[in-house]
């Protein structure tokens, strides 16, 4: 499928993120929470199709969803981000774990080793912290 074929196929509404083929809305939730589209035998990322329908080509790197909420494709909440960028965005616990050896949570960001804590509260504010210094950082 070309893109001229995808943009005469589907619309986009930039405001709820719904994807449309004629009146109805699409798009089915793959196991990991994005939705995706099958048009002419290949399967499409509704937040990677969103991109396209709205600026009209494919965006250049990975798309990330800004609230980390993987079924909000309002155009406002997707950017255009490298690999980095998007693993800092992602939610739930990663960069840290409990280290069966010591018993502790060790908290890594970026692939840097950020310490021990004694518990899961203490390690999730430091990869917090970690983390919104590093946004703040990219967003200026």
Not at 49 to 78: C, E, M, Q, R
Not at 118 to 132: D, F, I, L
Request: aromatic share 12%; hydrophobic share 30%.
């Amino acid at each position: 499928m070309t893109i001229a074929d995808l943009k005469s196929t589907f619309t986009y509404d930039e405001v709820s993120g719904d994807i449309y083929r004629g009146e109805k809305a699409v798009g089915c939730p793959d196991p990991r929470g994005y939705k995706r589209v099958n048009r002419g035998g290949k399967c499409y990322y509704c937040h990677r199709l969103a991109w396209l329908l709205h600026y009209g080509d494919w965006p250049t790197g990975v798309i990330d969803h800004i609230d980390g909420d993987k079924g909000n494709n309002s155009i406002s909440n997707l950017r255009d981000a490298n690999y980095s960028t998007n693993n800092v965005n992602r939610g739930g616990a990663k960069g840290y774990y409990l280290h069966k050896h010591t018993g502790k949570w060790m908290v890594r960001f970026m692939g840097v080793y950020l310490g021990l804590y004694n518990c899961e509260t203490s390690a999730m504010v430091a990869h917090r912290v970690a983390k919104s210094k590093y946004m703040a950082q990219i967003d200026v």
